[in-house]
């Protein structure tokens, strides 16, 4: 046991470590709460020696139902320095969602806020195969209850109640840390079980990338995205508080509190989505107090238009703009732009992140030569373990010796990544292949064009049609024959989508993922009708 504790890889280490260095420091900030690095290893701590106390072992899932909450970091930690697997729960899932994860993953141990706990009854109560569960912890809850659908239930102070010595038990590097399931967007969902040593990995990369310094300039990032999601989880939250910098949690995305946070608390890092970014420039107009102080803007998740990325850096004029990509499976960013690359190539994905390995494959599994396209592989250390219960899924994942994204892409001369379209959604229409990111994008710069979706639709002549889907500028109308006029100067006539369906919202996941299978349901059931 001396010689793990003396060389392992144990994210449950990371606050311990910071308090050595910066124990007045405030680590996360919650709304009017305040947390000191000091506090959170005391919590963090205290939480860990909580678990033990119910039972749980090395191993053991607890699952986490809450928004961004101090409470939520300090359930991961004490999870991570005990080896329990923590289990983020995606908070606008349905009760039979949930359920499916539950029975999946077989959670002993609940921690959930009082705004989602009747989700959670419901999920318990109708599906008995989530009787795993055999403690939950609620988290804010003015009245606590003494059971939940006949399981006995704990308030969250009672968990972290108690003043302990450090808790060192066992922890692998490889040990699962973290569950965290896809969005599911073709299948069920799948459980991605990532280890501590993939995430650490992960979370270096990111600070060297990022620009994270650790010292007396430290970095201010302000937390908007879900952290249930492995974007804010481990690509934005993690590395901020290796390096010693503070994280400030919101539960939703509000444009005016972003403008605050930038006066008020000397911002270093932003990272939204583009239909949020667009919000913020324009909630700040020419510009906004504090703004000077960003060194990096960072999105992801979606094209954007060349105006707004101008914008952006008209907002932010210190900033680099870049865009990051990953994917749940290999613990974004696996690829980054540089900073140069916002000028020539901001269409590109960039190149590989420090720990990764990115090329090209043929269906036969073949490394493609730079300039032909093929599947996006990955290798490097913060691959998952796999996917829990589905050995199908991880064969498919990891044949040929290297992670298959199902993304479709090339390698320039330089070795950028050039991102062309996921697999299951490249349009295939008279014989030609049609990305509909490149079209999505080309339509995004139409100045009455606020979102857009690309999809292959069944056509008796093309075999499938280009269909874009479109949500307007609040106040503007967008016509068909306009918007293909303007595709038509932009792409090849191929290109050009052959019918354009204007709504007043696309259905996305909770980290503003375009769910294309059912923009492609709902066309459907439109021409049923």
């Given at each position: 046991?001396?010689?793990?504790?003396?060389?392992?890889?144990?994210?449950?280490?990371?606050?311990?470590?910071?308090?050595?260095?910066?124990?007045?420091?405030?680590?996360?900030?919650?709304?009017?709460?305040?947390?000191?690095?000091?506090?959170?290893?005391?919590?963090?701590?205290?939480?860990?020696?909580?678990?033990?106390?119910?039972?749980?072992?090395?191993?053991?899932?607890?699952?986490?139902?809450?928004?961004?909450?101090?409470?939520?970091?300090?359930?991961?930690?004490?999870?991570?320095?005990?080896?329990?697997?923590?289990?983020?729960?995606?908070?606008?899932?349905?009760?039979?969602?949930?359920?499916?994860?539950?029975?999946?993953?077989?959670?002993?141990?609940?921690?959930?806020?009082?705004?989602?706990?009747?989700?959670?009854?419901?999920?318990?109560?109708?599906?008995?195969?989530?009787?795993?569960?055999?403690?939950?912890?609620?988290?804010?809850?003015?009245?606590?209850?003494?059971?939940?659908?006949?399981?006995?239930?704990?308030?969250?102070?009672?968990?972290?109640?108690?003043?302990?010595?450090?808790?060192?038990?066992?922890?692998?590097?490889?040990?699962?840390?973290?569950?965290?399931?896809?969005?599911?967007?073709?299948?069920?969902?799948?459980?991605?079980?990532?280890?501590?040593?993939?995430?650490?990995?992960?979370?270096?990369?990111?600070?060297?990338?990022?620009?994270?310094?650790?010292?007396?300039?430290?970095?201010?990032?302000?937390?908007?995205?879900?952290?249930?999601h492995v974007t804010a989880l481990n690509c934005l939250t993690l590395p901020v508080l290796l390096t010693g910098g503070t994280v400030v949690l919101h539960r939703s995305f509000d444009p005016n509190a972003l403008l605050h946070d930038l006066a008020a608390r000397q911002v270093t890092h932003l990272m939204l989505l583009p239909v949020m970014w667009g919000q913020l420039v324009d909630a700040a107009g020419k510009g906004a107090p504090g703004s000077e102080n960003v060194r990096m803007a960072i999105y992801a998740m979606a094209p954007m238009s060349q105006q707004r990325l101008d914008e952006i850096r008209e907002v932010f004029p210190n900033a680099d703009v870049v865009l990051g990509s990953g994917q749940t499976e290999f613990t974004p960013p696996s690829v980054l732009q540089w900073p140069s690359h916002q000028w020539d190539k901001n269409a590109s994905w960039g190149t590989a992140v420090i720990t990764t390995d990115v090329r090209i494959m043929g269906p036969n599994g073949e490394l493609l030569p730079r300039g032909q396209e093929g599947e996006i592989v990955y290798?490097?250390?913060?691959?998952?373990?796999?996917?829990?219960?589905?050995?199908?899924?991880?064969?498919?994942?990891?044949?040929?010796?290297?992670?298959?994204?199902?993304?479709?892409?090339?390698?320039?001369?330089?070795?950028?990544?050039?991102?062309?379209?996921?697999?299951?959604?490249?349009?295939?229409?008279?014989?030609?292949?049609?990305?509909?990111?490149?079209?999505?994008?080309?339509?995004?710069?139409?100045p009455d064009v606020a979102d857009c979706a690309v999809v292959g639709m069944p056509d008796d002549r093309w075999g499938e049609s280009v269909t874009a889907v479109v949500v307007p500028v609040p106040g503007r109308t967008i016509a068909d024959d306009a918007i293909r006029s303007f595709a038509k100067e932009h792409l090849a006539g191929y290109k050009v989508p052959k019918r354009v369906v204007v709504v007043d919202g696309l259905p996305k996941t909770s980290t503003g993922k375009i769910q294309k299978h059912r923009v492609r349901a709902q066309l459907e059931s439109r021409s049923q009708s």
């Open positions: 046991m001396t010689i793990n504790l003396v060389q392992r890889v144990c994210l449950g280490d990371l606050p311990t470590r910071a308090t050595q260095q910066f124990p007045h420091r405030p680590a996360v900030v919650d709304g009017n709460a305040v947390l000191t690095y000091s506090e959170l290893e005391a919590r963090s701590n205290a939480a860990a020696a909580g678990l033990l106390d119910l039972g749980l072992h090395r191993g053991d899932v607890v699952a986490i139902m809450m928004p961004n909450c101090w409470e939520f970091l300090v359930t991961f930690f004490g999870c991570a320095k005990i080896g329990a697997v923590c289990m983020p729960v995606n908070t606008g899932l349905t009760a039979e969602g949930v359920a499916f994860q539950f029975d999946d993953a077989r959670p002993a141990v609940v921690v959930v806020e009082e705004s989602l706990v009747a989700l959670l009854e419901t999920a318990l109560a109708a599906f008995p195969t989530t009787s795993s569960v055999q403690r939950v912890v609620t988290a804010r809850a003015d009245s606590p209850r003494s059971e939940l659908a006949g399981i006995p239930v704990m308030p969250f102070a009672a968990l972290i109640d108690a003043t302990v010595p450090p808790v060192e038990v066992i922890v692998e590097d490889r040990d699962i840390a973290q569950c965290l399931y896809t969005s599911g967007t073709t299948s069920r969902p799948k459980a991605v079980l990532t280890s501590h040593v993939a995430v650490m990995m992960a979370a270096l990369s990111t600070c060297v990338q990022f620009r994270h310094e650790r010292g007396d300039s430290c970095s201010v990032f302000p937390i908007v995205l879900p952290l249930f290798r490097g250390p913060q691959a998952m373990q796999g996917y829990g219960n589905n050995e199908a899924a991880n064969t498919a994942a990891f044949t040929h010796g290297w992670f298959h994204s199902g993304d479709v892409g090339y390698l320039d001369d330089e070795g950028v990544l050039w991102f062309t379209d996921r697999i299951k959604d490249i349009v295939k229409s008279g014989g030609e292949n049609v990305s509909s990111v490149e079209v999505e994008r080309a339509l995004l710069g139409h």
